[in-house]
């Protein structure tokens, strides 16, 4: 089986930075994730890592290290509209079955 | 492009009913899934498909079924919903899992 470990919940203030932890479990893995879900919304895509490092898009990076089954999603200059829920998740073997961590909910204060 | 669409989305259903689901993608992607949200948690994969007459079971398939004649459509089967199933459900599209996955708006469901 599948499973994912990130944090429940994250506050910091506008213009932060946070760093969202994703520890996985998986039999053969195909990539890691990251979706952002604002309340009563849809997921919406933000990065995929295949290969060991850092993707960088906009102010957001997401890392990988899959020695240690780890990754990370970084949120810099920390906006209100950020406030949201962060999804970590990676495929199966047979890279058919997508599974999802429980989600970091991060709430931005000004 | 219309992206991913799920009808409807609200529904309330009495213990026992049945209806279904509509998902439908006009992306021309070969892989689509149902997932399941609970209040306060991520997302479970019910069932998922690679293409078209090809269907697999998630991580919880039971009391649900699908079936995908097209590419397009990719409808869910509740066939006796319980209070269980109370839930928001999301169909998502992609070309495959190590692709950006586009889900739908939602469908809310209560069974009472």
């Known amino acids: 089986g599948q499973s994912l470990e990130q944090p429940s919940e994250v506050t910091a203030v506008e213009g932060a930075i946070v760093q969202i932890n994703c520890t996985y479990q998986t039999s053969g893995f195909y990539g890691l994730s990251w979706y952002q879900q604002h309340d009563g919304g849809a997921p919406t895509f933000l990065s995929y890592?295949?290969?060991?490092g850092l993707e960088e898009t906009g102010r957001f990076s997401s890392f990988l290290s899959r020695s240690d089954s780890y990754g990370y999603l970084l949120l810099q200059e920390l906006q209100m509209k950020d406030s949201a829920s962060y999804f970590c998740a990676v495929g199966s073997a047979a890279g058919n079955k997508l599974t999802f961590g429980g989600g970091t909910r991060v709430l931005v204060k000004p | 492009n219309a992206g991913v669409t799920q009808t409807p989305k609200f529904q309330v259903l009495k213990t026992g009913q049945s209806m279904t689901l509509q998902c439908a993608q006009d992306?021309?992607?070969?892989?689509m899934s149902w997932y399941r949200q609970d209040p306060g948690m991520g997302l479970r994969l019910i069932h998922y498909s690679v293409g078209a007459g090809i269907t697999d079971q998630g991580e919880v398939p039971n009391g649900y079924n699908v079936s995908r004649s097209t590419t397009e459509d990719f409808p869910l089967r509740l066939l006796s919903a319980a209070p269980s199933q109370t839930s928001v459900y999301f169909c998502?599209?992609?070309?495959?899992?190590?692709?950006?996955?586009?889900f739908g708006p939602g469908t809310r469901l209560t069974v009472l």
């Open positions: 890592n295949a290969l060991d």
């Open positions: 998502a599209s992609s070309y495959s899992t190590k692709n950006e996955q586009f």
């Open positions: 992306m021309n992607h070969e892989y």
